[in-house]
């Protein structure tokens, strides 16, 4: 049976083995500023890695944290913590860190993926362990400033040191994880879950269902306007319900109307056929056929990626949405996400 650990559960002499240590971040994205920024608040001493001319140089030095070149600040590291896209780890661990780590320093993840399918063989004399925030990283870095955290899993793929499960420990501790629960778990489960839930519910299929909808109201005659709301913006509130209490508060909330048809028309959409997809997908990522193509498509340029990209910008829902959106300045004034790179 998992345990959940919390902060009160890390012992003291984890959280002093990680104060005698230098994490390097490599890359500064969502999860990079969010995990440097937590670690600096806590005591922890950290490095930020990053080519000299990256637009994240000078913003790294407004959180009062060093910024490094990634040859010099991975040889001063002692656990290097790697936050770069999944699709540049390989390439990354190969030219910028595996030459000039020390041949101790421990390798630290956020997702399982390149360990679990074989993109980065570390070296046998490194500890190598896991610290994954189930959260985005805006909200690991706000969560923490408030107090609170997100909750984390944490996993062991190599204890050379026979300290790795210590040091995941009081690394999920420092960035604010074991505020909210810590659950162990290995490479291989935390990755495999977390690429079927992206695919078939979170995003993959969340987003496809939105879209059939509105699609399916605006061919049937309908205003995309009322679309928009029925299928796209009340979903945060339904969202929002089952975060706080589950399906069973969600329904309890909204009208018998909507329970009703819930409860009747959901397993009629979301039936036995499309149970047996879901189970193709998590065949897929089982066996490596999902890692291959993903793989094979980066190293292509990513030229399908980069298209279905194009096509849902220009998909009428982002269209009404932008507009409907800038009716409502709430919503821009509490926008998680105010910048867009390509």
């Known amino acids: 049976m998992i345990q959940v650990k919390y902060d009160k559960d890390v012992s003291k002499q984890a959280l002093a083995l990680l104060k005698t240590k230098t994490v390097c971040i490599v890359g500064f994205g969502s999860q ?34 060093e910024v490094a070149e990634v040859a010099s600040a991975v040889a001063k590291a002692d656990i290097i913590m790697i936050l770069a896209p999944d699709e540049s780890q390989r390439t990354i661990y190969k030219s910028m860190i595996e ?48 107090g609170a955290g997100v909750p984390c899993l944490v996993a062991v793929n190599q204890n050379h040191s026979g300290q790795a499960l ?9 960035i604010g994880g074991g505020r909210s629960g810590i659950i162990e778990t290995s490479f291989k489960n935390e990755t495999e879950t977390d690429l079927f839930g992206e695919q078939a519910v979170l995003c993959g299929g969340l987003t496809a269902l939105v879209r059939a ?29 089952m975060y706080e209490g589950g399906i069973s508060d969600m329904h309890y909330s909204i009208s018998n109307t909507a329970e009703y048809g819930s409860l009747t028309q959901g397993p009629v959409l979301i039936d036995a056929k499309v149970k047996h997809r879901m189970r193709q997908i998590l065949n897929n990522i089982q066996s490596g056929s999902f890692s291959r193509d ?26 009404i949405g932008k507009k409907l959106r800038s009716m409502m300045p709430w919503i821009s004034k509490n926008k998680k996400i105010t910048e867009r790179s390509e």
């Open 32 to 65: 990079g500023h969010a995990h440097a920024a937590n670690l600096h608040d806590s005591g922890i001493s950290v490095v930020v890695a990053l080519r000299k001319e990256s637009a994240n140089w000078k913003r790294v030095s407004t959180f009062g944290i």
């Open 99 to 146: 030459p000039y780590c020390k041949s101790d320093a421990a390798l630290a993840f956020a997702h399982g993926f390149n360990i679990h399918y074989g993109q980065i063989i570390p070296k046998s004399t490194s500890d190598v362990f896991m610290v994954a925030p189930k959260g985005p990283g805006h909200l690991v870095r706000s969560t923490f400033k408030e």
């Open 166 to 174: 210590d040091l995941a420990l009081a690394y999920a501790v420092a």
């Open 213 to 241: 909808g509105f699609e399916t109201l605006v061919e049937a005659g309908y205003d995309p306007e009322l679309a928009y709301f029925e299928c796209l913006h009340e979903l945060k509130l339904i969202v929002d319900l």
């Open 294 to 319: 993903f793989i094979l498509e980066n190293q292509a340029g990513a030229p399908t990626m980069y298209a279905m990209r194009r096509m849902q910008s220009e998909h009428p829902i982002e269209i």
